[in-house]
T-cell receptor, first 117, second 112 residues
Framework: GAVVSQHPSWVICKSGTSVKIECRSL??????MFWYRQFPKQSLMLMAT?????????EQGVEKDKFLINHASLTLSTLTVTSAHPEDSSFYIC?????????????FGPGTRLTVL | SQQGEEDPQALSIQEGENATMNCSYK?????LQWYRQNSGRGLVHLIL?????REKHSGRLRVTLDTSKKSSSLLITASRAADTASYFC????????????FGSGTQLTVLP
């Protein structure tokens, strides 16, 4: 089946630094990718939808200047958490829609755990 | 925004028993999907049911969908300790991006 990877799988950083998380579709092309955030014992909340070659769309309440998304190729989207603070500590999960596959199928990455000290 | 509500929030059963989880949603959907998540891990896709389907089976899983009531249920039969996980429903509403909106989840514990 289709595989989506995320890198890194976990990261610890100091408050005020920026962290970049990569989401890659390994064996398919993805014009659309999604970024979710999950706090402990809570559900996934959609943060933004990433489109290859154009600007991402952000959900209400998500600061686009704080969570920078770049989807520069058909297999890679990156999420950069700028000036991270402890409240940004969370589990970040991406998913990708196979451009050449069923329109209703998304493949999820394994997630990245961010801890901001 | 969170669309789906799931109940129960937590469910504890003995191995061999059946587990039923329910999901309600608010808007019209194209399909509804169920996912499983082990603690601290990514999501595993279990099953997808389209809006024109009423019931679907996959192994020990049975999913029903009632679009008139905007609800779905996931039944896991003959549960095993390895089924212990969080289960989420996710709805794919109208819109070209095919964004998924996740329910609040049910934490299932299967006791050996």
């Amino acid at each position: 089946g289709a595989v989506v990877s995320q890198h890194p799988s976990w990261v610890i950083c100091k408050s005020g630094t920026s962290v970049k998380i990569e989401c890659r579709s390994l064996d398919f092309q993805a014009t659309t990718m999604f970024w979710y955030r999950q706090f402990p014992k809570q559900s996934l909340m959609l943060m933004a939808t990433s489109y290859e070659g154009s600007k991402a769309t952000y959900e209400q309440g998500v600061e686009k200047d704080k969570f920078l998304i770049n989807h520069a190729s058909l297999t890679l989207s990156t999420l950069t958490v700028t000036s991270a603070h402890p409240e940004d500590s969370s589990f970040y999960i991406c998913s990708a829609r196979d451009s050449g596959g069923a329109w209703d199928t998304q493949y999820f990455g394994p997630g990245t755990r961010l801890t901001v000290l | 925004s969170q669309q789906g509500e799931e109940d129960p929030q937590a469910l504890s059963i003995q191995e061999g028993e059946n587990a039923t989880m329910n999901c309600s949603y608010k808007t019209s959907i194209n399909n509804l999907q169920w996912y499983r998540q082990n603690s601290g891990r990514g999501l595993v896709h279990l099953i997808l049911i389209r809006s024109n389907e009423r019931e679907k089976h996959s192994g020990r899983l049975r999913v029903t969908l009632d679009t008139s009531k905007k609800s779905s249920s996931l039944l896991i039969t003959a549960s095993r300790a390895a089924d212990t996980a969080s289960y989420f429903c996710a709805t794919d509403a109208s819109g070209s991006a095919r964004q998924l909106t996740f329910g609040s989840g049910t934490q299932l514990t299967v006791l050996p």
